[in-house]
T-cell receptor
């Protein structure tokens, strides 16, 4: 079974631009979560989607948004990029939500200049 | 709220040494506990997990036991290898809650 895939793997943007990242979960998984990883803040939860509905949301500004499609694929969007948005963005999927084991993709490394 | 406290790194050991990385947690209910490993330039890989008290998770020579009385989930390995060099994250999740991570412990094994 294929793992979680994320595209693109690397991205360079400039301040003020917007970016869309994509995540395809493991086949059959209906829950997708997004995390931001930075050296200073560590791993921080962005949001979780289950069956196209946002179930949980972390403490990030409204510039960060996401959605999930009927095939469970998910996208996250960051508008008006800031230098501090440079990070590794990780997507994780699980069969159900809650205490289920989450399986992570390789991440998208975003650099904002 | 939930939290995970991990042993501060970095940790440097010689090959074949015994490894312990401490992890304690705070949770309101009965969480599942996880150890994830991150190799350079990669995402997180699940190393092992335990879902209830006294469960022992194990994988690739690593072990951790869910200790409810001490709210701990310490990671151990009897004989580390250079290939074990990575960052290790302890994490927990409760019903309908997000995965909460510790700060990570960087492990370097010297030949």
């Amino acid at each position: 079974k294929a793992g979680v895939t994320q595209t693109p793997r690397y991205l360079i943007k400039t301040r003020g631009q917007q970016v869309t990242l994509s995540c395809s979960p493991i086949s059959g998984h209906r829950s997708v979560s997004w995390y931001q990883q930075t050296p200073g803040q560590g791993l921080q939860f962005l949001f979780e989607y289950f069956s196209e509905t946002q179930r949980n949301k972390g403490n990030f500004p409204g510039r960060f948004s996401g959605r999930q499609f009927s095939n469970s694929r998910s996208e996250m969007n960051v508008s008006t990029l800031e230098l501090g948005d440079s990070a590794l963005y990780l997507c994780a999927s699980s069969f159900l939500a809650g205490k289920e084991t989450q399986y992570f993709g390789p991440g998208t490394r975003l650099l904002v200049l | 709220g939930n939290s995970v406290t991990q042993m501060e790194g970095p940790v440097t050991l010689s090959e074949e040494a015994f490894l312990t990385i401490n992890c304690t947690y705070t949770a309101t209910g009965y969480p599942s506990l996880f150890w994830y490993v991150q190799y350079p330039g990669e995402g997180l890989q699940l190393l092992l997990k335990a879902t209830k008290a006294d469960d022992k998770g194990s994988n690739k020579g690593f072990e951790a036991t869910y200790r409810k009385e001490t709210t701990s989930f310490h990671l151990e390995k009897g004989s580390v290898q250079v290939s074990d060099s990575a960052v290790y994250f302890c994490a927990l999740s409760e019903e309908n809650e997000k995965l909460t991570f510790g700060t990570g412990t960087r492990l370097t094994i010297i030949p």
